[in-house]
C-alpha cells in the first residue's frame, strides 16, 4: 500500500503568490517524522522542512510552512511569496518509529510534485 | 563545504561491467543511506548504516549490490555485472540520530547518476 501520497504531478504558481503542495501519509505506528524536500535539476535533495508526528504546533521554516492535520493524516507544504528558484521537483517523505533506537530508519517518499513558478 | 559527498557525480558503463560509488558523509554523522531513485520516481531506500553495521536492506539490493562502511566514515556501493535496469540516479544521505535536533533528519549528496549502456 502507499504510504506517501503526493496527488498532484505539477503545479503553477504566479511569482510572489503562495502555493499548497498535498501530501498523504498513511501509518499505524504514532510516532513518525514527516520531512518535505526540493529536488532542482541538479538533482541533490534540499532539506526544507520536518513536522513530528507529537508536535502541537505546524512546522515553519522561513517561507515554508507545514500544515499538519492529524487526523486528516496529510501534511501539506505551503510556500509563500513564490520565487523563480522554487522552480523544483517537491518530494513528502516519512520516517516511521521516530522515537525508537532500532528498527526501520528509511525514509518512505511520495512521488513528487513538479512546481513551475511563472515570472 | 561540510556537506555530504558523493563520486563520481556521472558514471556511464557497459552492460556487464562493474561500478562502485564513493559517499562522504557529513563528518560528524554516525548514520548513513543508501537510496535509489529512477526517472519520475521517489528515492527508494536500499540500505542503511549506523557507525560500520550494516543494519538495514532492501529487497532490491540484490546479490549484486554490496555496499560497505569499513571504518564508519565513508560508504562504498557497488554494483556487480550491471544491467540496463540499473541506470538511475544513486543517492546517499546520512543523519545525526536523535541527538540534538531530534528528529534524524536525513542530508543528501548531489548523487550519482549511472547510466548502464
Known amino acids: 500500500a502507499q504510504k506517501i501520497t503526493q496527488t498532484q504531478p505539477g503545479m503553477f504558481v504566479q511569482e510572489k503568490e503562495a502555493v499548497t503542495l498535498d501530501c498523504t501519509y498513511d501509518?499505524?505506528?504514532?510516532?513518525?517524522?514527516l520531512f518535505w524536500y526540493k529536488q532542482p535539476s541538479s538533482g541533490e535533495m534540499i532539506f526544507l522542512i520536518y513536522q513530528g508526528s507529537y508536535d502541537q504546533q505546524n512546522a515553519t521554516e522561513g517561507r515554508y510552512s507545514l500544515n499538519f492535520q492529524k487526523a486528516r493524516k496529510s501534511a501539506n507544504l505551503v510556500i509563500s511569496a513564490s520565487q523563480l528558484g522554487d522552480s523544483a521537483m517537491y518530494f513528502c517523505?516519512?520516517?516511521?518509529?521516530?522515537?525508537?533506537?532500532?528498527?526501520?530508519?528509511?525514509?518512505?517518499f511520495g512521488t513528487g510534485t513538479r512546481l513551475k513558478v511563472l515570472a | 563545504d561540510t556537506g555530504v559527498s558523493q563520486n563520481p557525480r556521472h558514471k556511464i558503463t557497459k552492460r556487464g561491467q562493474n561500478v562502485t560509488f564513493r559517499c562522504d558523509p557529513i563528518s560528524e554523522h554516525n548514520r548513513l543511506y543508501w537510496y535509489r531513485q529512477t526517472l519520475g520516481q521517489g528515492p527508494e531506500f536500499l540500505t542503511y548504516f549506523q557507525n560500520e553495521a550494516q543494519l538495514e536492506k532492501s529487497r532490491l539490493l540484490s546479490d549484486r549490490f554490496s555496499a560497505e562502511r569499513p571504518k564508519g566514515s565513508f560508504s562504498t556501493l557497488e554494483i556487480q555485472r550491471t544491467e540496463q535496469g540499473d541506470s538511475a540516479m544513486y543517492l546517499c544521505?546520512?543523519?545525526?540520530?536523535?541527538?540534538?535536533?531530534?528528529?534524524?533528519?536525513?542530508?543528501f549528496g548531489p548523487g550519482t547518476r549511472l547510466t548502464v549502456l
Open positions: 501509518t499505524s505506528d504514532p510516532s513518525y517524522g
Open positions: 544521505a546520512s543523519s545525526l540520530g536523535l541527538g540534538r535536533d531530534n528528529t534524524d533528519t536525513q542530508y
Open positions: 517523505a516519512m520516517r516511521e518509529g521516530l522515537r525508537i533506537t532500532s528498527g526501520t530508519y528509511k525514509y518512505i
